[in-house]
């Protein structure tokens, strides 16, 4: 599917590329609303290995192994296709992962708990798989970040959604030396470093003291973790700066992660960070905003003193 920015679906998908996890309380209703709203719209679908598995054991459905993918959409797949993820925003940013950037939209049934990015309720289901049907969902490009450098262990993907970033393993802080386009920004000595995009600055930039940004906002966010100089604060860059980072550890080592993905890392290492190439296209109700979202989410506007 040819996604524009800010664009609606001009054609019904042609495939739906539903995509869940097992989960430790899985709910039955949701999952059987799901399938008899895919079979009431006559929407075409393939669903991942994982969920197949757990959608025969729980309600009975045996997905043939022809509607069936891995751990990677395959190339073959049809171009009209948008990715359906139940589950939370961890569930989505695991199958945005699986596109490997590929251009296809994405969208969020959110059966956790805050939902940021997985922002269509469960209550909705059938009326965002109508929505599908008829074409009515509108999608919002996101900024990737795109990562290359010394991981102990070599990532399937150097893309992410969210965030990159370096963490201590242990007690002893870490020091992550940081420049932006060359320049040096900081030392910072303590949990570690987050970069983010303007879609992870509600996850754990955010945690950190980051601002929100919205999303369609050309910027990174530097964030320090836990820094041992207090003076420390977030940065916000152009997305179209280059970030380098280089870690210095003492007796332990360190870890990096891309969105949910951890990988080891030695004393020494150094990575760089820049805007990806590609993009992902999250699919959206049509009246369902970004600040709608964040009233709704962090209770904006509630009144606590009562």
């Known amino acids: 599917?040819?996604?524009?920015?800010?664009?609606?679906?001009?054609?019904?998908?042609?495939n739906?590329?539903?995509?869940?996890?097992?989960?430790?309380?899985p709910r039955i209703d949701a999952i059987r609303r799901i399938f008899d709203a895919l079979d009431r719209h006559a929407l075409p679908y393939a669903v991942n290995e994982e969920f197949a598995l757990e959608v025969q054991r729980l309600i009975g459905i045996e997905i043939p192994s022809d509607r069936t993918y891995g751990a990677r959409i395959p190339a073959t797949c049809d171009p009209q296709s948008v990715m359906v993820c139940?589950?939370?925003?961890?569930?989505?940013?695991?199958?945005?992962h699986r596109l490997h950037g590929a251009p296809l939209p994405i969208v969020g049934i959110n059966s956790g708990h805050l939902g940021f990015l997985a922002s269509a309720a469960t209550d909705d289901i059938d009326t965002l798989f109508a929505d599908l049907a008829a074409g009515r969902i509108r999608t919002e490009p996101r900024t990737l970040l795109n990562v290359c450098g010394d991981f102990d262990q070599k990532p399937d993907s150097t893309l992410a959604l969210n965030e990159?970033?370096?963490?201590?393993?242990?007690?002893?802080?870490?020091?992550?030396?940081?420049?932006?386009?060359?320049?040096?920004?900081?030392?910072?000595?303590?949990?570690?470093v987050v970069v983010c995009t303007p879609t992870g600055s509600t996850a754990?930039?955010?945690?950190?003291?980051?601002?929100?940004?919205?999303?369609?906002?050309?910027?990174l966010v530097i964030s320090p973790l836990a820094p041992h100089n207090l003076t420390m604060r977030p940065v916000v860059?152009?997305?179209?700066?280059?970030?380098?980072?280089?870690?210095?550890?003492?007796?332990?080592?360190?870890?990096?992660?891309?969105?949910?993905r951890i990988y080891p890392i030695h004393n020494g290492a150094s990575f760089?960070?820049?805007?990806?190439?590609?993009?992902?296209?999250?699919?959206?109700?049509?009246?369902?905003?970004?600040?709608?979202?964040?009233?709704?989410?962090?209770?904006?506007?509630?009144?606590?003193?009562?």
């Open 164 to 192: 990159f970033s370096v963490q201590r393993h242990g007690a002893e802080m870490i020091s992550v030396e940081t420049y932006v386009n060359g320049q040096m920004v900081a030392t910072y000595h303590g949990d570690g």
């Open 86 to 96: 139940y589950g939370g925003d961890g569930t989505l940013l695991e199958g945005a």
């Open 1 to 14: 599917m040819q996604v524009k920015d800010n664009d609606f679906f001009q054609t019904p998908p042609m």
């Open 16 to 25: 739906i590329l539903l995509f869940s996890l097992p989960r430790r309380s």
């Open 237 to 260: 860059i152009p997305d179209t700066a280059e970030v380098k980072l280089h870690i210095r550890t003492r007796h332990t080592s360190g870890f990096v992660t891309l969105d949910n």
């Open 272 to 306: 760089t960070v820049r805007r990806a190439e590609q993009r992902i296209y999250l699919a959206v109700a049509h009246n369902i905003s970004f600040y709608d979202t964040l009233r709704n989410k962090m209770m904006w506007g509630v009144d606590i003193r009562s």
């Open 204 to 219: 754990y930039s955010l945690s950190a003291g980051g601002p929100v940004v919205a999303p369609q906002c050309g910027c």
